[in-house]
């Protein structure tokens, strides 16, 4: 019965919560595009807190609740963060973990040139300084990591999908790519594997394999870092085939959990959600 009264009150605000939501993505254009113009017009604590405000509007609008594991291992410094890729999702439940739950909350994400092109995403995505690269073109993408990507100046982590693209095929975790991982090497900070289950797109690719999170619940867990003493003298394969397996293995233990479509899978062992509404 709560069930279903909660539906309700999701029926009777999402009107009102789809309105609100695309005003606040029209003012963040607005917004982005002066501080493109005038980078020291727009405070990093504003534009920070209005793609977080989008990202909480949009998870409701979705319906999607988010259950995490392992923030323990979320650093207080500036990091190199590794996930899987399955839905366009991903990112946001991400922001909005990291964003409640990291003494820093800023973070840049690393995504293909194409997004770049997208006017209202596009927009969104540069108020953040999100890092575009071209997949095809790795002399760009190395100039790239070298040129924007600072851990002493901007303290700022990174987060990245090293698969290199959605990966619509629900179980398997496709092989990384080696040039992102240079990222962590160049600068010797912590790699955080992040292993994302029971989020998927609504398209001919997802549909295909016949899954669906009838849940609604995206279950993320951070896995133990791989700090730099770890990994300074060791090959980058080793390090990327490393973080590889241990998304891997994390990822189908959730999915074997959540794939027979229970209405609320136990995932976790014990709950180790982020705390909410703990920074405004």
Do not use: C
């Not at 040129?147 to 987060?159: A, G, L, Q, V």
């Amino acid at each position: 019965m709560g069930k279903f009264f909660r539906f309700i009150g999701w029926l009777i605000a999402i009107p009102w919560v789809s309105l609100a939501f695309l005003i606040s993505a029209s003012l963040a254009k607005g917004k982005s595009k002066k501080y493109l113009v005038n980078p020291e017009s727009m405070p990093i604590e504003i534009r920070y807190r209005t793609i977080y405000k989008l990202a909480k509007k949009f998870l409701f609008i979705k319906r999607y609740k988010i259950q995490s594991q392992g923030s323990i291992n979320i650093p207080n410094v500036p990091a190199f963060y590794v996930a899987n890729h399955k839905s366009n999702m991903d990112p946001i439940v991400l922001f909005k973990i990291l964003y409640e739950n990291t003494k820093i909350p800023y973070f840049r994400f690393v995504a293909k040139q194409e997004l770049s092109n997208n006017s209202l995403l596009a927009y969104l995505l540069k108020l953040i300084d999100t890092i575009f690269i071209d997949r095809n073109n790795f002399r760009s993408t190395f100039l790239v990591f070298n040129n924007e990507i600072n851990f002493k100046t901007d303290k700022r982590s990174i987060i990245i999908f090293p698969e290199g693209t959605r990966n619509y095929n629900p179980e398997t975790i496709i092989d990384f790519h080696i040039g992102s991982f240079r990222i962590a090497y160049n600068s010797l900070v912590p790699i955080i594997p992040v292993a994302i289950a029971g989020l998927t797109d609504k398209n001919k690719e997802s549909k295909k394999y016949g899954y669906k999170n009838k849940s609604k619940i995206a279950y993320v867990s951070f896995m133990k870092q791989i700090k730099p003493q770890e990994y300074a003298n060791i090959n980058i394969n080793f390090t990327v085939t490393q973080a590889h397996d241990i998304i891997s293995n994390e990822y189908m233990r959730m999915f074997n959990l959540i794939k027979d479509n229970k209405k609320r899978p136990h995932v976790f062992e014990q709950k180790d959600e982020p705390a909410k509404g703990t920074r405004y």
